[in-house]
């Protein structure tokens, strides 16, 4: 098989696995492209016509919730752990308004 052959099928596969990854997420195309600040129609070519921009990759997988390697490659674990929701009890309190306490001023002889 021919290096463009071979680019060209990586390429494919990879649009459809950005695609599968947004579907499997159950966000449509406009979500996707607000979560990554950019317009819906550009954000349609990287699941058909164009390569996704290196800058746009990471957050992408934190977004639909894959691993870089799945999404690179096609191999290894789609799915990345979700982190845990945040328990309240460990929520930061709110801190009462005070006024801080001044030490004594100090008299210079």
Not at 2 to 9: F, K, L, P, R, V
Request: proline share 11%; charged share 25%.
């Amino acid at each position: 098989m021919a290096d463009s052959d071979q680019e060209n099928e990586y390429k494919q596969s990879f649009m459809g696995r950005v695609a599968e990854a947004r579907v499997a997420r159950g966000w449509k195309q406009w979500q996707m492209a607000e979560a990554l600040g950019i317009p819906q129609d550009q954000y349609k070519q990287y699941e058909g016509r164009s390569m996704m921009p290196h800058r746009y990759i990471w957050p992408f997988c934190m977004y639909a919730n894959v691993s870089f390697e799945w999404l690179m490659t096609g191999k290894g674990r789609r799915s990345i752990p979700e982190l845990p929701p945040v328990v309240p009890d460990i929520a930061p309190k709110a801190v009462p308004k005070t006024k801080p306490k001044r030490p004594p001023a100090k008299r210079i002889a």
